[in-house]
Protein backbone atom coordinates (compact mmCIF):
# COMPACT_ATOMS: atom_id res chain seq x y z
CA UNK A 1 0.00 0.00 0.00
CA UNK A 2 1.56 3.55 -1.34
CA UNK A 3 1.27 5.85 1.92
CA UNK A 4 -0.81 8.95 1.09
CA UNK A 5 1.28 12.18 1.92
CA UNK A 6 -1.08 14.96 2.98
CA UNK A 7 0.53 17.81 1.78
CA UNK A 8 0.48 21.45 3.80
CA UNK A 9 -1.30 22.68 0.98
CA UNK A 10 -4.39 19.67 1.66
CA UNK A 11 -4.39 20.95 5.21
CA UNK A 12 -5.12 24.72 4.40
CA UNK A 13 -7.61 23.45 1.98
CA UNK A 14 -9.50 21.85 4.23
CA UNK A 15 -9.15 24.19 7.21
CA UNK A 16 -9.75 27.04 5.04
CA UNK A 17 -13.25 25.52 3.01
CA UNK A 18 -14.27 22.40 5.57
CA UNK A 19 -14.10 20.08 2.63
CA UNK A 20 -11.29 18.37 0.34
CA UNK A 21 -10.78 15.30 -2.03
CA UNK A 22 -7.64 13.06 -0.89
CA UNK A 23 -7.41 10.25 -3.90
CA UNK A 24 -6.11 6.68 -3.29
CA UNK A 25 -6.82 6.56 0.06
CA UNK A 26 -7.81 2.56 -0.17
CA UNK A 27 -5.57 0.13 -1.82
CA UNK A 28 -7.43 -2.02 -4.02
CA UNK A 29 -7.56 -4.49 -1.50
CA UNK A 30 -9.15 -2.35 0.78
CA UNK A 31 -11.82 -1.30 -1.60
CA UNK A 32 -12.37 -5.04 -2.25
CA UNK A 33 -12.92 -5.63 1.89
CA UNK A 34 -14.94 -2.62 1.81
CA UNK A 35 -17.27 -3.57 -0.79
CA UNK A 36 -17.94 -7.03 0.75
CA UNK A 37 -18.35 -5.22 4.28
CA UNK A 38 -21.39 -3.21 2.67
CA UNK A 39 -22.91 -6.42 0.66
CA UNK A 40 -22.54 -7.98 4.65
CA UNK A 41 -24.55 -4.86 5.84
CA UNK A 42 -27.04 -4.91 2.83
CA UNK A 43 -27.89 -9.26 3.50
CA UNK A 44 -28.05 -8.17 7.44
CA UNK A 45 -28.79 -4.93 8.44
CA UNK A 46 -29.21 -3.86 11.95
CA UNK A 47 -32.12 -2.40 14.21
CA UNK A 48 -30.44 0.98 13.09
CA UNK A 49 -31.24 0.30 9.20
CA UNK A 50 -33.56 2.48 7.21
CA UNK A 51 -34.74 3.04 3.59
CA UNK A 52 -34.77 6.71 3.28
CA UNK A 53 -36.34 6.26 -0.23
CA UNK A 54 -40.05 6.25 -1.08
CA UNK A 55 -42.16 3.51 -2.06
CA UNK A 56 -42.47 4.66 -5.96
CA UNK A 57 -38.55 5.63 -6.08
CA UNK A 58 -37.55 3.28 -9.11
CA UNK A 59 -34.42 2.74 -7.37
CA UNK A 60 -33.79 2.77 -3.37
CA UNK A 61 -31.83 4.45 -0.79
CA UNK A 62 -30.60 2.48 2.03
CA UNK A 63 -28.91 3.41 5.12
CA UNK A 64 -27.31 1.65 8.04
CA UNK A 65 -25.27 3.08 10.76
CA UNK A 66 -22.77 1.63 13.96
CA UNK A 67 -21.88 -2.17 12.25
CA UNK A 68 -18.19 -1.93 13.22
CA UNK A 69 -18.71 -4.16 15.83
CA UNK A 70 -20.09 -7.31 14.00
CA UNK A 71 -18.49 -6.51 10.91
CA UNK A 72 -14.75 -6.90 10.91
CA UNK A 73 -13.96 -5.89 7.42
CA UNK A 74 -15.51 -2.16 9.11
CA UNK A 75 -13.29 -2.32 12.07
CA UNK A 76 -10.27 -3.08 10.03
CA UNK A 77 -10.58 -0.21 8.06
CA UNK A 78 -11.86 2.22 10.66
CA UNK A 79 -8.69 1.42 12.80
CA UNK A 80 -5.80 -0.06 10.87
CA UNK A 81 -5.96 1.49 7.25
CA UNK A 82 -4.44 5.11 6.69
CA UNK A 83 -8.13 6.99 6.67
CA UNK A 84 -8.09 8.04 10.65
CA UNK A 85 -4.27 9.03 10.19
CA UNK A 86 -5.30 11.43 7.51
CA UNK A 87 -8.19 12.91 9.37
CA UNK A 88 -5.85 13.69 12.40
CA UNK A 89 -3.54 15.28 9.99
CA UNK A 90 -6.47 17.35 8.29
CA UNK A 91 -8.07 18.39 11.19
CA UNK A 92 -4.10 19.22 13.36
CA UNK A 93 -5.31 16.63 15.94
CA UNK A 94 -3.00 14.75 18.08
CA UNK A 95 -5.15 12.19 18.20
CA UNK A 96 -8.45 11.20 16.85
CA UNK A 97 -11.28 8.83 17.96
CA UNK A 98 -13.78 6.95 15.87
CA UNK A 99 -17.02 8.28 16.51
CA UNK A 100 -19.13 5.73 14.24
CA UNK A 101 -19.71 3.98 10.66
CA UNK A 102 -22.33 4.93 8.45
CA UNK A 103 -23.37 2.67 5.09
CA UNK A 104 -24.78 3.94 2.16
CA UNK A 105 -25.97 2.56 -0.76
CA UNK A 106 -28.48 4.34 -3.90
CA UNK A 107 -29.45 1.95 -6.52
CA UNK A 108 -29.00 2.52 -9.98
CA UNK A 109 -32.06 4.86 -11.43
CA UNK A 110 -32.74 5.98 -7.68
CA UNK A 111 -34.26 9.56 -7.69
CA UNK A 112 -34.36 10.24 -4.14
CA UNK A 113 -32.65 13.25 -3.38
CA UNK A 114 -30.34 13.33 0.27
CA UNK A 115 -31.16 17.26 1.23
CA UNK A 116 -28.79 19.79 2.27
CA UNK A 117 -27.88 19.60 5.89
CA UNK A 118 -25.07 19.69 8.46
CA UNK A 119 -24.19 16.55 10.56
CA UNK A 120 -23.35 17.62 13.84
CA UNK A 121 -26.66 19.21 15.25
CA UNK A 122 -27.98 15.13 15.02
CA UNK A 123 -25.04 13.95 16.66
CA UNK A 124 -24.70 13.89 20.64
CA UNK A 125 -20.98 15.64 20.33
CA UNK A 126 -19.38 19.29 20.21
CA UNK A 127 -16.12 19.82 18.90
CA UNK A 128 -14.48 19.45 16.05
CA UNK A 129 -14.96 16.17 13.87
CA UNK A 130 -14.57 14.56 10.69
CA UNK A 131 -16.24 12.57 7.91
CA UNK A 132 -14.43 10.26 5.12
CA UNK A 133 -16.59 9.39 2.37
CA UNK A 134 -15.58 6.73 0.55
CA UNK A 135 -17.31 5.03 -2.51
CA UNK A 136 -16.55 1.42 -3.34
CA UNK A 137 -17.97 2.36 -6.88
CA UNK A 138 -16.84 4.57 -9.52
CA UNK A 139 -18.95 7.79 -8.94
CA UNK A 140 -19.62 10.18 -11.56
CA UNK A 141 -19.19 14.31 -10.65
CA UNK A 142 -23.37 14.28 -11.50
CA UNK A 143 -23.60 11.48 -8.87
CA UNK A 144 -21.64 12.59 -6.09
CA UNK A 145 -22.02 14.12 -2.79
CA UNK A 146 -22.46 17.83 -2.54
CA UNK A 147 -20.65 20.13 -0.33
CA UNK A 148 -20.90 23.57 0.07
CA UNK A 149 -17.44 25.31 1.25
CA UNK A 150 -16.94 27.55 4.31
CA UNK A 151 -19.91 26.50 6.02
CA UNK A 152 -17.93 24.53 8.76
CA UNK A 153 -17.45 28.10 10.22
CA UNK A 154 -21.01 27.69 10.99
CA UNK A 155 -23.76 28.37 12.18
CA UNK A 156 -25.31 25.57 13.31
CA UNK A 157 -28.48 24.84 11.24
CA UNK A 158 -31.35 23.57 12.07
CA UNK A 159 -31.41 19.63 11.43
CA UNK A 160 -34.75 17.79 10.13
CA UNK A 161 -35.73 14.56 9.00
CA UNK A 162 -34.93 13.69 5.14
CA UNK A 163 -38.09 12.57 4.51
CA UNK A 164 -40.79 14.56 5.97
CA UNK A 165 -38.87 17.45 6.83
CA UNK A 166 -39.36 17.59 10.90
CA UNK A 167 -37.89 19.41 13.50
CA UNK A 168 -36.99 16.25 15.58
CA UNK A 169 -33.85 17.29 17.01
CA UNK A 170 -33.63 20.89 18.27
CA UNK A 171 -37.10 22.87 18.83
CA UNK A 172 -38.46 24.87 15.71
CA UNK A 173 -36.96 28.68 15.62
CA UNK A 174 -34.26 27.85 17.97
CA UNK A 175 -31.80 27.30 15.07
CA UNK A 176 -31.09 28.95 12.10
CA UNK A 177 -33.01 27.36 8.53
CA UNK A 178 -30.73 26.18 5.99
CA UNK A 179 -30.96 28.54 3.13
CA UNK A 180 -32.51 27.35 -0.47
CA UNK A 181 -29.03 26.38 -1.74
CA UNK A 182 -31.24 24.56 -4.92
CA UNK A 183 -33.14 27.91 -5.66
CA UNK A 184 -29.78 29.15 -6.43
CA UNK A 185 -26.79 27.16 -6.55
CA UNK A 186 -24.17 29.34 -8.16
CA UNK A 187 -24.61 31.77 -5.27
CA UNK A 188 -22.65 28.96 -3.31
CA UNK A 189 -19.44 27.14 -3.51
CA UNK A 190 -20.26 23.65 -3.73
CA UNK A 191 -17.32 21.01 -4.05
CA UNK A 192 -18.31 17.54 -6.10
CA UNK A 193 -16.03 15.32 -7.56
CA UNK A 194 -15.35 12.30 -10.32
CA UNK A 195 -14.14 9.85 -7.64
CA UNK A 196 -12.83 6.72 -8.30
CA UNK A 197 -12.77 3.07 -5.65
CA UNK A 198 -11.07 4.33 -3.01
CA UNK A 199 -10.80 8.02 -3.23
CA UNK A 200 -12.32 9.81 -0.40
CA UNK A 201 -13.92 13.34 0.47
CA UNK A 202 -13.22 14.70 4.18
CA UNK A 203 -15.70 17.11 5.48
CA UNK A 204 -16.05 18.65 8.85
CA UNK A 205 -19.28 17.68 10.98
CA UNK A 206 -20.54 21.22 10.48
CA UNK A 207 -19.79 20.95 6.61
CA UNK A 208 -23.88 21.55 4.58
CA UNK A 209 -23.84 18.78 2.29
CA UNK A 210 -26.39 16.87 0.47
CA UNK A 211 -26.30 14.53 -2.82
CA UNK A 212 -28.05 13.90 -5.75
CA UNK A 213 -29.93 10.66 -6.71
CA UNK A 214 -28.10 8.37 -8.86
CA UNK A 215 -29.90 8.40 -12.37
CA UNK A 216 -26.91 6.03 -13.71
CA UNK A 217 -26.69 2.13 -14.59
CA UNK A 218 -24.45 1.11 -11.52
CA UNK A 219 -24.40 1.69 -7.84
CA UNK A 220 -23.03 4.09 -5.26
CA UNK A 221 -22.35 2.03 -2.43
CA UNK A 222 -20.54 4.15 0.01
CA UNK A 223 -18.75 3.64 3.66
CA UNK A 224 -18.45 6.39 5.56
CA UNK A 225 -16.14 6.63 8.30
CA UNK A 226 -16.41 9.70 10.91
CA UNK A 227 -13.85 10.55 13.24
CA UNK A 228 -13.90 13.13 16.68
CA UNK A 229 -10.45 15.16 16.97
CA UNK A 230 -9.27 15.77 20.72
CA UNK A 231 -11.91 18.56 21.20
CA UNK A 232 -14.32 16.56 20.87
CA UNK A 233 -16.60 16.81 23.94
CA UNK A 234 -19.55 14.44 25.19
CA UNK A 235 -23.06 16.51 24.53
CA UNK A 236 -26.00 14.66 25.84
CA UNK A 237 -29.14 15.95 24.46
CA UNK A 238 -32.72 15.45 25.05
CA UNK A 239 -33.76 13.42 22.39
CA UNK A 240 -32.46 10.56 20.51
CA UNK A 241 -29.38 11.51 18.25
CA UNK A 242 -28.84 10.18 15.12
CA UNK A 243 -27.22 7.95 14.91
CA UNK A 244 -28.46 6.83 18.48
CA UNK A 245 -26.23 5.84 22.10
CA UNK A 246 -28.65 4.66 24.14
CA UNK A 247 -27.71 5.24 27.88
CA UNK A 248 -24.52 7.07 26.95
CA UNK A 249 -25.78 9.39 28.95
CA UNK A 250 -25.90 7.34 32.22
CA UNK A 251 -22.10 6.60 31.43
CA UNK A 252 -20.47 9.74 30.31
CA UNK A 253 -21.47 13.35 31.73
CA UNK A 254 -21.73 16.32 29.22
CA UNK A 255 -18.74 18.14 28.45
CA UNK A 256 -16.84 14.66 29.09
CA UNK A 257 -13.82 13.12 26.98
CA UNK A 258 -15.74 10.82 25.03
CA UNK A 259 -13.70 7.76 27.18
CA UNK A 260 -15.51 4.97 25.67
CA UNK A 261 -15.50 1.39 24.59
CA UNK A 262 -17.94 2.44 21.81
CA UNK A 263 -15.22 5.67 20.71
CA UNK A 264 -11.48 4.05 20.79
CA UNK A 265 -8.35 6.22 20.21
CA UNK A 266 -7.13 5.16 16.44
CA UNK A 267 -4.45 7.35 15.90
CA UNK A 268 -2.03 7.05 16.96
CA UNK A 269 -1.94 3.58 16.67
Known sequence: ?????????????YQRE?????????????????AGAIETVLASPS????????????????????RWNDVPAIADLAT?????????????????RL???????????????????????????????????IPVDPIPEAGCLEL??????????????????????FPEG?????????????????RRYEMEPGDAIYFDFLTVHGAPGFPFSGRRRVLSLRYLSESARHAPRRWRTSPPFDGMDLELPAGAVLEHPLFPVVWPR
Do not use: C
Not at 18 to 34: D, I, K, N, W, Y
Not at 107 to 121: K, L, S, V
Not at 155 to 167: C, N, Q, V
Open 174 to 190: TLEELPDIEHDRDAFSI
Open 47 to 66: SLAQVASGPTDPGSFTEDFR
Open 148 to 169: VATTHRGPWLMPRTFMAGEAKW
Open 1 to 13: MTQITVSPETVRT
Open 18 to 34: GVVLVRGVLSPAEVAAA
Open 99 to 133: YHDHVLVKEGGTTQRTPWHQDQPYYNVDGRGVSAW
Open 80 to 96: LSQVPRIAAELMGSPTV
